[in-house]
């Protein structure tokens, strides 16, 4: 069924100069769509030229409007020779065929040119009429919205989570074709952007089709991939969680007309009986697994069983689907207890329990288990038909069942917070797929949506208890346990206790931390001690997960920013050997890596890891692994002891060595307690916990817990100079003022706390790296100093927190290693939680009271920390903050007595610039799914799109650096224009995904993509009910600013 | 070249003020850098060193002890003079992206390639478009030519204000020039609109180009004490009492960087008041007027001065006439009127006193009292006149 679209080119403005003569232009657009193009008359002698353009209309298939781009493109006007190219405008449509999305986009568009950057804008206005489409055997998924936000986005209530859903397409990298050779770099670069954007388009329409027929309406954690193969071509991959959602504050919708729910607080009742017996009977053919019902309103738990043949349930999936999942449009409208059935059964039934967010609703949340990861090496081949991709998703079915196993080896019947990332280097390709394992419930319906701390809450939350430390990353290690383990131990258990703090807006619950298996039965051998905060189960001595820190589990002090990195060399082989030599690294780095992470965890004195991200590179000559991640001291967990220093001594001295490197230990730990306000209120003071339920199967009681847990962590040091230990000392703390966490939270600092959004920032380093012996030393030391650079960068805008904080690492060449940093700078609030903020507390009442709160408190920061320094003299005016202008008087070298004169002229100049540190209004990108101080009002779409620079002039503009820098903004610009042109004016969750940069510097050219993705969002302040950015045009579908309620309030419709 | 890379690119621009001033000045990311060293940023960095000290952090922290050794071990804890440089060549990469917009503000506010608040947009361009007075008092009156900014390196040399920094004043100048220069409407106005920058700056460039455009001969000798404040301030006043923006002016239609020429034919007409006859009966109302405030001396040698003076004011406003002698407006008033005066030990005060009188003079004889078109072309001459010469009368 067709769609129409329209599109209107109004005008052009700071067109570049195309006609030296005149320097004028003569300026005209063609509008493209499809392999249909129409254009705009020509526009003589202006560079701001008004088209006023008739409107252009497009009749094409939903599947196209999908697919493929907008393109305009704006032409200099030749009479005798061929028309000179300006730029292109890509718009993407498929925020227009979004149910509620916005109704037209309209807007000034920077005109790109891959060789010249951004060249003027065009004022564009784009509609879409789409005729829906009923058709059960369409191609085109039209409506269905994708989230890159890895939770339930702000505005809507998750009603069902239908699972993982996964994708990829192939295609020729058009980079690599023979026409590469005759054709300028521009239309190859422009032939490749085109054949991004359309792979991009693809993807989401077919992943749109599975979420259609899961019966979803939305994918969320949404996390799209471009591998650029080389000579085999180009892969784009998407994951996602199929998920039906619904509006607060509307009656429920599914495309699916899956209708609303008819609420019953406790729908186990009758789903109970009604869930399809297949099911059951297939669980008990295939496992001696004792289903036990404890209660009658417990719903029948769905345990994951590690016996059961996987094959067997992703059968049951793709042929019960049919029957029990409604799908199609017309015909799920009545069956609103199959769907639910549907929904009960799921995390059985899917083939792969995964999901790609990393927050939760309240109540999601049973067990944690720990980090469970899968990688694999293989050798790329060219992928002859691009139609159909076996190879590449035979590849990735293959690390997710390895994923899949490991999580049931843990006792665990999902996979939470799940990545898929991969490296390549030259034929080589590692594919990795990390996330947490844990027990889920899915049952998120109304009544627990709404009051998820009731203690009914346990009635519903039947899950076994199973646990794993999360122990062991390395997948080797985890792999000989998988046959280890209590294939039939399972046992339902029920979960019994919650702690529930009914003070103040956090709900803590400390059984999301226990162990999910029987501890008698653990996959491997753990330290298990007893919670700390109900008394009665078992956990382990330490947490990693991927996930955000979740809200139900309490954390004292602040969390802390943790970093592993190790580089390896290696042969610089070719095909099979090389592929065999990584293979037979990576065990090794992972197990370093773990191992790296558990020492600086322990000398943090902390106990739990959060947002925790592998990335192993393979380079020529080089293997390069990080790991990041926050960590946080868990109040359930067993405090840390003090790490003792244990090595073979020959010598007194060698043995003095010890004693002082266990001083410095010693010393580094107090100091860190210190700094992450690690202080722990004695257990015994907390409310007590209320056992609200009663626990059936007190089996775990008798566990004697005094076995593991006492033993203090001991590090065994072979010589006194070990690295291992020195590099925990040599971790750098962020200057006084400064948090820095990779999670979207900081654990330990309320979200009200986060005042708004300083700076998003994207930081490219690249250098030449000659590692010599101590290639650990330095190699640390690297990321070292580009996190100094960053606090020294961010300096003023302190107290901050550095949030979203990530890192990624490419070796793009024998000794080179790249590193690209994106994050936020959130200003702090309230600075209580900064311990170190005193000095500025002590000198604030010094300073004259202040008419605004948060921003001029800022200032005064930066006065202070001016001051200590003894050189600048500053003071504040009555008014607000105007720092009186003071620099360099007697510093400069150049002429001091201008200077003096210089200085009384500029005196009169405001120094606005420190105006950084006020909220600004403009645009705000962000990699955190909410913006501090300002609500999401609606979401307008995702955005995705790669772009291509090339330069043939190096040296002109500025060197690498000068290139990259261009580049980073232009990107930047042109997202802004993007979002704003929908109607918006913030993009969360925004991820650069790809940033490859190639140079020949002697050749004075270089090349770089960038791959940039987000969701477009419009923010209300708090308070506020117009936007920011005022409507040109009557937006015809801008909803009433939605007035967010709490979930725990929400009123079921 | 290498493939060095460190840039750090955020979602709005933050402008460091202490290095735009920098920038501005000529100074390469090296020396600014330097400087901002000298100044302590990076101490300011490791707040709370003595604690830390204490505790052992730092020596454990001691990668590099020879570097340490260098810089103080407090420093260590913050920032490292690499971080401070890479910090100050982001900065910089900024600006000159920057540049490019600031060389014609209208476009700042229009782009979209840089989300910069109007507040900061402001301080850039004015900042940008600040001027060293030193440095353009060497220029000022020159034909804004490729000659002219060869010799900016003798500026340079003579006013130690960098070569980048005197080729970047130069270069606004000229710029502002040949935007506002065949413009019609008020100069002042122009520049404003097409520059944004704020009122004070926008007049003095106003001046400045007005300055130009007559080719004012500032750079003689007998001139070198007089600043470019001084000069300013009398084209100012010339723009707004002689130009044809004038109160008196009528016909607005030319443009504001010339002399109003109706105006200028009527100071023709002034010769009139250094016939003789008038000239004697003007003579005897001013010491008549000025017996009470000036000294005996002083009146005397008024009295055997009185013709000169006046000649030389009548000089003056006839040579507005002729483009080569309004070249040479300031130093005919240094010489012809100013320097005789100071001789005679007048102050300030005293020569303003006299202007004034001579400006009321014709009124009282009863011979002008019926031309009162040569009145008020005297008065308007004399309203910017007087000011002139009190302004440029340093003693």
């Known amino acids: 069924m067709p769609g129409r679209l329209k599109v209107r080119v109004v005008a052009g403005r700071e067109l570049p100069v195309m006609d030296r003569a005149t320097d004028l232009t003569d300026a005209f657009v063609e509008v493209k769509f499809g392999n249909e193009v129409q254009k705009t008359d020509v526009c003589k002698k202006s560079l701001n030229p008004q088209w006023n353009s008739d409107w252009f209309v497009f009749e094409v298939e939903d599947e196209v409007l999908q697919d493929e781009p907008l393109e305009l493109r704006a032409f200099d006007h030749d009479t005798y020779s061929s028309h000179d190219v300006i730029g292109k405008v890509y718009i993407d449509l498929n925020p227009l065929l979004m149910k509620d999305g916005p109704s037209f986009i309209s807007g000034w568009f920077p005109i790109y040119d891959t060789m010249h950057g951004i060249r003027g804008e065009l004022n564009v206005i784009v509609k879409v009429q789409l005729f829906s489409d009923f058709n059960r055997f369409r191609q085109s998924s039209c409506g269905v919205q994708f989230f890159c936000t890895a939770e339930v986005p702000c505005g809507f209530k998750l009603q069902f989570i239908h699972g993982f859903v996964e994708e990829l397409v192939v295609n020729d990298d058009p980079e690599y074709k023979w026409i590469d050779k005759i054709r300028t770099p521009r239309s190859s670069n422009e032939a490749r952007q085109r054949i991004f954007s359309k792979l991009s388009g693809e993807l989401q329409r077919k992943i749109g089709l599975k979420i259609l027929e899961m019966g979803g309406n939305s994918v969320i954690g949404y996390i799209q991939n471009f591998d650029l193969e080389g000579e085999s071509g180009i892969v784009v991959r998407g994951i996602g969680t199929s998920v039906t959602l619904c509006k607060i504050h509307q009656a429920p919708s599914s495309p699916v007309g899956v209708s609303p729910l008819k609420d019953s607080p406790l729908p186990e009742d009758t789903i109970a009986p009604s869930s399809p017996t297949a099911s059951q009977n297939l669980r008990s053919s295939t496992s001696p697994m004792k289903v036990s019902m404890p209660t009658s309103l417990n719903r029948r738990s769905s345990d994951s069983d590690i016996s059961t043949p996987p094959k067997g349930s992703s059968l049951t999936e793709s042929s019960g689907s049919g029957g029990a999942v409604p799908t199609g449009q017309g015909s799920g409208s009545k069956s609103v207890y199959p769907k639910s059935c549907s929904q009960q059964l799921n995390i059985d039934l899917m083939e792969f329990p995964f999901f790609t967010m990393i927050s939760f609703p309240p109540g999601f949340l049973v067990h944690i288990g720990g980090v469970v990861s899968a990688r694999s090496v293989k050798l790329l081949d060219k992928i002859h038909n691009p139609e159909e991709p076996e190879t590449r998703d035979a590849w990735w079915t293959e690390i997710r069942t390895e994923v899949r196993s490991h999580a049931r080896a843990m006792g665990c019947h999902a996979v939470i917070g799940y990545t898929e990332k991969t490296s390549i280097c030259e034929e080589v390709i590692i594919l990795s797929g990390i996330g947490t394992a844990a027990k889920v419930n899915l049952n998120l319906d109304q009544s627990l949506t709404v009051s998820p701390y009731r203690p009914s809450l346990q009635l519903l939350n039947a899950s076994i208890e199973h646990q794993l430390p999360s122990k062991d990353i390395g997948d080797k290690d985890r792999k000989l346990f998988v046959d280890v383990n209590l294939a039939n131990q399972l046992s339902v258990q029920r979960i019994t206790n919650m702690d529930i703090c009914d003070d103040g807006d956090r709900h803590y619950n400390c059984s999301v931390c226990h162990i999910p298996y029987k501890a008698a039965s653990a996959p491997f051998p753990v330290n298990l001690s007893q919670c700390a905060i109900c008394k009665r189960k078992s956990l382990p001595d330490i947490l990693f997960t991927t996930i955000d820190p979740p809200s139900e589990i309490q954390t004292y002090g602040r969390g802390a920013f943790i970093q592993a990195r190790i580089c390896r060399s290696k042969a610089d082989n070719k095909g099979e050997a090389n592929a065999k030599e990584i293979s037979d690294n990576l065990p090794f780095m992972e197990y370093e890596l773990h191992n790296q992470l558990m020492n600086k965890l322990k000398i943090k004195g902390m106990n739990g890891l959060f947002g925790l991200n592998i990335q192993i590179s393979v380079g020529e000559t080089k293997l390069v692994g990080v790991a990041t991640a926050t960590a946080a001291l868990l109040a359930p967990l067993p405090i840390p002891s003090l790490p003792r220093v244990l090595g073979q001594v020959s010598s007194s001295e060698e043995r003095t060595h010890l004693v002082d490197l266990q001083k410095k230990l010693s010393d580094k730990m107090l100091q860190n307690k210190e700094i992450y306000d690690l202080h722990v209120t004695d257990p015994s003071n907390q409310p007590s916990p209320r056992s609200l339920t009663t626990d059936e199967s007190e089996d775990e009681l008798d566990l004697d817990l005094s076995t593991g847990n006492k033993e203090a962590f001991v590090l065994e040091v072979d010589d006194t100079k070990d690295e291992s230990i020195k590099s925990m000392l040599l971790d750098s703390h962020p200057p006084p003022g400064i948090q820095v966490c990779n999670t979207k939270t900081m654990p330990g600092t309320p979200a009200s706390n986060f005042s708004f959004n300083i700076q998003m920032f994207t930081q490219v380093w690249r250098r030449e790296v000659m590692f010599d012996q101590q290639m650990k030393e330095d190699f640390t030391e690297i990321f070292e100093c580009l996190l100094r650079k960053l606090y020294f960068k961010l300096r003023k805008m302190t107290p901050c927190c550095l949030c979203g904080l990530t890192f990624n690492v490419e070796v793009p060449d024998e000794d080179e290693i790249q590193i690209t940093v994106s994050g936020v700078c959130v200003g702090v609030q309230d600075r209580v939680n900064t311990s170190t903020m005193d000095i500025s507390v002590a000198n604030k009442s010094l300073l004259k009271p202040i008419s605004s709160e948060g921003d001029d408190m800022m200032f005064q920061m930066e006065e202070v920390s001016e001051q200590t320094a003894g050189t600048a003299v500053t003071k504040v005016d009555g008014q607000g903050n105007r720092r009186e202008y003071s620099l360099m008087s007697n510093t400069r070298t150049i002429s001091g007595a201008k200077i003096q004169k210089l200085e009384s002229h500029r005196r009169n100049i405001s120094n606005v610039g420190s105006g950084a540190l006020k909220p600004q209004r403009g645009v705000e990108l962000t990699p955190l799914f909410y913006v501090p101080g300002r609500k999401i009002g609606r979401h307008l779409g995702s955005y995705n799109f790669f772009f291509i620079r090339e330069s043939t002039s190096l040296r002109e503009v500025g060197g690498l650096c000068g290139f990259m820098h261009n580049f980073i903004t232009e990107v930047l610009a042109i997202v802004r224009a993007h979002v704003a042109s929908l109607g918006g004016n913030a993009l969360v969750a925004y991820k650069m995904t790809e940033c490859v940069l190639l140079s020949n510097p002697n050749k004075n050219q270089s090349q770089c993509l960038i791959n940039v993705c987000g969701d477009a969002v419009s923010l209300q302040n708090e308070g506020d009910i117009t936007t920011a950015i005022p409507d040109q045009f009557q937006r015809k579908h801008s909803d009433s600013p939605l007035i967010l309620i709490p979930a725990t309030n929400a009123v079921p419709p | ?395």
């Open chain 2, 1 to 395: 070249m290498s493939t060095y890379v460190d840039v750090f690119v955020g979602n709005f621009v933050t402008i460091d003020t202490d290095l735009y001033d920098m920038w501005l000045d000529g100074l390469s990311a090296l020396e600014a850098a330097a400087v901002l060293q000298k100044q302590g940023v990076l101490q300011s960095m490791g707040a709370r060193p003595d604690v830390l000290q204490k505790q052992g952090v730092l020596q454990s922290m001691g990668a590099r002890p020879a570097v340490l050794q260098k810089q103080g071990v407090l420093q260590s804890m913050g920032a490292r003079p690499d971080d401070l440089l890479s910090d100050t060549q982001d900065n910089y990469r900024l600006f000159m992206g920057l540049e490019k917009l600031l060389k014609w503000p209208s476009k700042l506010a229009n782009q979209q390639i840089y989300q910069i608040d109007a507040d900061t947009q402001k301080m850039l361009i004015d900042k940008y478009y600040q001027f060293d007075p030193v440095v353009v008092r060497e220029i000022l009156g020159r034909k804004l030519s490729s000659n002219t900014r060869k010799y900016l390196d003798d500026v340079c040399e003579k006013t130690k204000v960098p070569l980048r920094s005197c080729r970047r004043q130069f270069d606004n100048l000229k710029r502002v020039f040949k935007t506002v220069e065949e413009m019609l409407g008020s100069l002042y106005q122009n520049i404003q609109t097409h520059y944004l920058i704020s009122d004070e700056l926008a007049k003095q460039y106003a001046a400045i180009v007005f300055i130009t455009n007559h080719r004012f001969e500032t750079s003689k000798k007998k001139l070198n004490h007089l600043t470019l404040d001084d000069f300013l301030v009398c084209a100012d006043l010339m723009i707004t009492n002689w130009s044809y923006s004038a109160e008196e002016c009528t016909d607005h239609e030319d443009m504001d960087v010339d002399l109003d020429r109706l105006f200028l034919q009527d100071l023709r007409d002034l010769k009139l008041l250094v016939e003789k006859d008038y000239m004697d009966e003007q003579k005897s109302f001013v010491i008549q007027t000025l017996r009470s405030s000036f000294k005996r001396r002083k009146l005397q040698d008024l009295d055997e001065n009185f013709k000169n003076i006046m000649k030389a004011i009548i000089n003056i406003a006839y040579g507005l006439n002729h483009s080569k002698e309004v070249r040479d407006f300031f130093v005919d008033l240094v010489e012809k009127l100013i320097e005789p005066c100071q001789q005679s030990g007048w102050t300030c005060e005293d020569i303003e006193n006299f202007l004034v009188v001579v400006k009321d003079a014709p009124q009282h004889i009863a011979a002008f009292r019926n031309m009162p078109n040569l009145n008020t072309v005297w008065e308007r001459y004399m309203n910017a006149f007087i000011q002139c010469t009190v302004k440029l009368y340093h003693t």
